[in-house]
């Protein structure tokens, strides 16, 4: 009995990836590790992007000097805690042999 793990809030995406998931007969926790390393992936991303921007609005030869100082520290925040909670769900979803 093949158990249908679709729901109406699922996307797209999300519902190729299971099936990809269910065709290579991976389990769900391998599949919420390589998601969750692709969201890390994307946190370094982010990471420079932010550094990017502080270097840019730090430039002083033009109107926008400094505009974005208080955003960019919120961005860093968030970045931040994006950072640990990914680590943090790393360490919570089992591992093969668990």
Known sequence: MKINLYTPLETEETRAYI???EEKNMD??????EV???????EVTLRSQVE????LDQYAHHSGYYDLHDQLNTFRS??????????????I????GK
Do not use: C, F, W
């Open 52 to 55: 990017l921007l502080e270097a």
């Open 78 to 91: 968030l970045v931040t805690n994006l950072q640990s909670v990914i680590a943090r769900s790393k360490l």
């Open 28 to 33: 769900v926790n391998k599949l919420k590790h």
């Open 36 to 42: 969750l390393d692709e969201m890390a992936d994307t």
């Open 19 to 21: 099936h990809y998931g």
């Open 93 to 96: 979803v089992p591992t093969e």
